[in-house]
Structure formats: structure tokens, C-alpha cells
T-cell receptor, first 116, second 114 residues
Framework: AQTVTQSQPEMSVQEAETVTLSCTYD???????LFWYKQPPSRQMILVIR??????QNATENRFSVNFQKAAKSFSLKISDSQLGDAAMYFC?????????????FGTGTRLAVRP | DVKVTQSSRYLVKRTGEKVFLECVQD?????MFWYRQDPGLGLRLIYF???????EKGDIPEGYSVSREKKERFSLILESASTNQTSMYLC?????????????FGQGTRLTVV
């Protein structure tokens, strides 16, 4: 079974600064997808960024980028120019592309605070 | 605007009651999921369904059952609610393409069992 580990329960960043959230995962599969989801206080979970394991290039979405290290099974999220609206819970998630099904496996989350 | 709608945002039930949590999606997605969210534990999968009348157990199915009679609706049932089932419940859906398409979530139901 796949597992996802987020070792930072809480992080804090100054507005306009850069912060990196860590995620590691364990799998024996070679083909899979990785995601970062954001859950603001409104509780609505929204997708931040997605990475396909067979792509070496790191995904980027505006101020959000990832550092995907397949051999190390590491998938960190970098938030640049942090804004007050970035304050939220962030969850790393894994989804198999193979026969083990479509389910999403989540980490325990990192709560990000943004200081004005 | 795509939507996953959960029937209640807050719910208070008594111990021993049978509880139904309803989830409806309007995106014609094959896959639907029920997760439980607790502080420090993240989201844990209770059950998921990849087609009408099809279901599979997730990581913590004990004390729960599910029903999917129509493609758009996925119900979570607590057969006899207990206080340790007090939690946030999240429903999600996605395409069944074994791909990396996005999963969409409802706003969650905060259930308190007293």
C-alpha cells in the first residue's frame, strides 16, 4: 500500500517571502500522479498543482512550483511571494496510474500561517 | 461550474442512531469517495465507488457502509453512530480514467455524535 508523509505539521512564512512544504511517499509503482491540495478555513479542498511521475520536468502554476525527486520519492511544494490568502492546510496526495485503482492517498497535512 | 454537494454542513446525532450522509456530483464522474478528516491524521479513505452499485473498502471501513444506486449520488451510512465517529466527512469525485485528472471535493459535513 502507498503511504504519504508530511513531516511538518505547521509552517509559518512572512508575507512576500518563499516557503517550502515537504512531502515524501512510499510506493513500488513506477507510474503514478502526485498532487498538492489546499484547504482554506472555508473547508473547500482545491487543487494547487499536479505532477505526473513519468515527467522529469517539475510542474509550475504561477507562484506555486514543485521539486519532484522520483528516486528519493520526494515531492515538495514551493510557494513564492506568499500572500495572506495562501494561509491554509496543505495536503500532499498520491494516485496510482496502474491496477491498484483510482483512490487518492493523502498525507496528514501542513498548516501554513502567513504573517503580514 | 462543477460541483460536489454534500447534504449537510453540520450535523448532530445521538449515539446509536442510523446516520445518512449524502453526496451528489454533477460532472458525470465514475469515481466517488468518502474520506474522514481528523486533526493530525489527515484524510483517511472510508469507501470508494468506481461505478454504480460497485464499492470497495478503503482504509477505515469499520462502522460504515455505502450506497451508490445512481451515478451521481454516493451515500455514507453510519449503521449505529458512536462518539468516536465524531469527525469531518469529505466527499470527492473524479473521472475513472486511471489518469491524473483532478478530484473535486464537497464542502464537508462536520458530524458530532453525542
Amino acid at each position: 500500500a502507498q503511504t504519504v508523509t508530511q513531516s511538518q505539521p505547521e509552517m509559518s512564512v512572512q508575507e512576500a517571502e518563499t516557503v517550502t512544504l515537504s512531502c515524501t511517499y512510499d510506493t513500488s509503482e513506477s507510474d503514478y500522479y502526485l498532487f498538492w491540495y489546499k484547504q482554506p478555513p472555508s473547508r473547500q479542498m482545491i487543487l494547487v498543482i499536479r505532477q505526473e511521475a513519468y515527467k522529469q520536468q517539475n510542474a509550475t502554476e504561477n507562484r506555486f512550483s514543485v521539486n519532484f525527486q522520483k528516486a528519493a520519492k520526494s515531492f515538495s511544494l514551493k510557494i513564492s511571494d506568499s500572500q495572506l490568502g495562501d494561509a491554509a492546510m496543505y495536503f500532499c496526495a498520491y494516485r496510482s496510474a496502474g491496477s491498484s485503482g483510482d483512490k487518492l492517498t493523502f498525507g496528514t497535512g501542513t498548516r501554513l500561517a502567513v504573517r503580514p | 461550474d462543477v460541483k460536489v454537494t454534500q447534504s449537510s454542513r453540520y450535523l448532530v446525532k445521538r449515539t446509536g442512531e442510523k446516520v445518512f450522509l449524502e453526496c451528489v456530483q454533477d460532472m458525470d464522474h465514475e469515481n466517488m469517495f468518502w474520506y474522514r478528516q481528523d486533526p493530525g491524521l489527515g484524510l483517511r479513505l472510508i469507501y470508494f465507488s468506481y461505478d454504480v452499485k460497485m464499492k470497495e473498502k478503503g482504509d477505515i471501513p469499520e462502522g460504515y457502509s455505502v450506497s451508490r444506486e445512481k451515478k451521481e449520488r454516493f451515500s455514507l451510512i453510519l449503521e449505529s453512530a458512536s462518539t468516536n465517529q465524531t469527525s469531518m466527512y469529505l466527499c470527492a469525485s473524479c473521472l475513472g480514467d486511471r489518469g491524473g485528472t483532478e478530484a473535486f471535493f464537497g464542502q464537508g459535513t462536520r458530524l458530532t455524535v453525542v
